[in-house]
């Protein structure tokens, strides 16, 4: 059984979780599918911003215990102790892809967003939360850390000291509190609106160059992770090779006009199948 399912329309692409009957947990499928799709997404160049949401009651309860059908990993062993961390990685890197995209991502959140649910809106660039949202590092709960970035993103989101409690105690964080400090973007009524308001967003970005989008979410995922003089040397050089006077040109004779102007897609990239 398929862990989604993926639309597009026009620039925008939409990835729903659609196993509500186990509240999206990420199962095999997942695991296995979601990195592929967020590349393909990616390099295409067509894609201007994804919206990942949830069908059902909850956005995604994490991973599929049954995963875990086989019994628990072990590190009993060195041959176990070395396999382990290629074990974590691939699990790590499904989720980072999402920052490695060259398009904005938008979480739409209702309900249960735990474990690796949070692992994956912390690797989101937009977080739209519904009032039944809540948010909790599960792992604590059950014996483990967190490892496959929640406790590495979570603090460059919110206040240290809100992570720690997360981390520390298990305890649930409410949309409310998500968005007071800092880490929710927008608060909406219910799953309907999140929807309709990540839309909303992925429109606006949409209407954007994506050259200028690109280049932006590269310079703050850069800056976020090295120092001031580090990031601003990145961004000279991100510019060298996306400054497009078209580009500029188009956008203040739109805005000059007060009209609509549309840009070119991304180039695609090229895999090592494709015949050029």
């Known amino acids: 059984m398929a862990a989604f399912n993926l639309t597009q329309s026009g620039g925008i692409a ?3 979780f659609c196993t509500p009957e ?23 160049g067509k894609t201007r911003a994804l919206v990942i949401s949830g069908a059902g009651k909850n956005f ?31 699990l790590q890197d499904t989720l980072s892809c999402l920052e490695a ?22 690797a989101c660039d937009l977080r739209i939360a519904a009032k039944d949202a809540y948010f909790r590092v599960e792992e604590t709960n059950i014996g483990m850390m967190a490892d496959l970035g929640s406790l590495q993103r979570l603090p460059k ?21 998500g968005h007071a400090v800092g880490f929710i973007n927008a608060v909406e009524a219910d799953a309907e609106a999140v929807l309709d308001a990540a839309m909303q967003a992925a429109e606006r970005i949409a209407t954007k160059a994506p050259l200028a989008i690109a280049g932006s979410k590269a310079a703050i995922t850069y800056a976020r992770d090295h120092s001031t003089a580090d990031a601003l040397t990145h961004a ?20 000059a006009n007060g009209e609509k102007t549309t840009f070119d897609d991304l180039s695609k990239v090229r895999g090592m199948k494709d015949k050029h």
């Open 14 to 16: 939409h990835l729903r």
């Open 22 to 44: 186990k509240s999206n947990a990420m199962g095999a499928e997942f695991w296995a599918d979601f990195r592929l799709a967020i590349l393909e997404l990616s390099q295409s």
């Open 60 to 90: 995604c309860s994490g991973m599929d215990i049954s995963m875990f059908a086989s019994g628990i990993p072990t590190t009993d062993t060195p041959i176990s102790r070395e396999a382990f961390p290629a074990f974590i990685q691939h």
């Open 101 to 122: 995209a060259r398009f904005p991502v938008i979480a739409a959140i209702h309900g249960a967003c735990i474990g690796g649910g949070l692992d994956l809106v912390s």
């Open 157 to 177: 989101l919110m206040p240290e000291g809100v992570v720690r409690e997360l981390a520390y105690f298990g305890s649930t964080l409410n949309a409310e509190r």
């Open 236 to 255: 000279r050089m991100t510019q060298a090779l996306i400054w497009n006077p078209a580009d500029i040109q188009k956008a203040v004779m739109a805005r």
